[in-house]
């Protein structure tokens, strides 16, 4: 049973703080690593994804992986209030028809 | 470019009642996903598409949920007769023929209350 965890939060960061955000999967065999965020009512859209050990930037946003540790997470720098939503970590395992699995998602509040 | 579209945004049924909900998927995408996300819980796979053909029907519930995907386009999910713990909400995502690193994009979800 493939499983994809998150810290439902919510998770409070002041305005311009580092909001911190992890993911943490079972599968050995996962492959591609996404990062959905949605807004109340709205589809998750996709803000990152990652598929190779280390960090990877854009913008404020920084993914970083870590497959020895079967780990992920997403920093978002400079947090805006804009920046309030959930945060779905979505894992997609090698083999298969690549179907993505995805965590409960973590509730991000930013406060000015 | 049109991006997923489901209809309804949102359902009012009575338990026992039957409620179809429709996917269109973005115009040449082969893929496409049903997920459900009951509150607080995480989004749960239910079944996958690839054109026509049910690729993985692993996550569907039991068989009172048909999905169809007639002629590859649009896709339909039914739940007959709905039970209480069918409330929640349904998420269509498509994505075209790719590798594993493909991103799938998402609708705005059915929010499906039975009461």
Same mark, same amino acid.
């Given at each position: 049973q493939k499983e994809v965890e998150q810290n439902s939060g919510p998770l409070s960061v002041p305005e311009g703080a580092i909001a911190s955000l992890n993911c943490t999967y079972s599968d050995r065999v996962s492959q591609s690593f996404f990062w959905y965020r949605q807004y109340s009512g709205k589809s998750p859209e996709l803000i990152m994804s990652i598929y190779s050990n280390g960090d990877k930037e854009d913008g404020r946003f920084t993914a970083q992986l870590n497959k020895a540790s079967q780990y992920v997470s997403l920093l978002i720098r400079d *947090?805006?209030? *804009?920046?309030s939503a959930t945060y779905l970590c979505a894992v997609i395992t090698l083999g298969g028809s690549y179907i993505p699995t995805f965590g409960r998602g973590t509730s991000l509040i930013v406060h000015p | 470019e049109a991006g997923v579209t489901q209809f309804p945004s949102h359902s009012v049924i009575e338990k026992g009642q039957t409620v179809t909900l429709r996917c269109d998927p973005? =115009? #040449?995408?082969?893929n496409l996903y049903w997920y459900r996300r009951v509150m607080g819980k995480e989004i749960k796979f239910l079944l996958h598409f690839v054109k026509e053909s049910?690729?993985?029907?692993? #996550?569907? @519930? !039991? !068989?009172r949920f048909l999905a169809e995907r007639t002629g590859g386009t649009y896709s339909t999910l039914k739940v007959q @007769?709905?039970?209480?713990?069918? =409330?929640g909400v349904y998420f269509c995502a498509s994505s075209p023929v790719g590798t594993v690193n493909t991103e799938a994009f998402f609708g705005q979800g059915t929010r499906l209350t039975v009461v």
């Open positions: *947090s805006q209030p *804009s920046d | 973005i =115009s #040449g995408h082969d049910k690729q993985d029907e692993s #996550g569907m @519930p !039991n !068989n @007769p709905a039970e209480l713990e069918d =409330s």
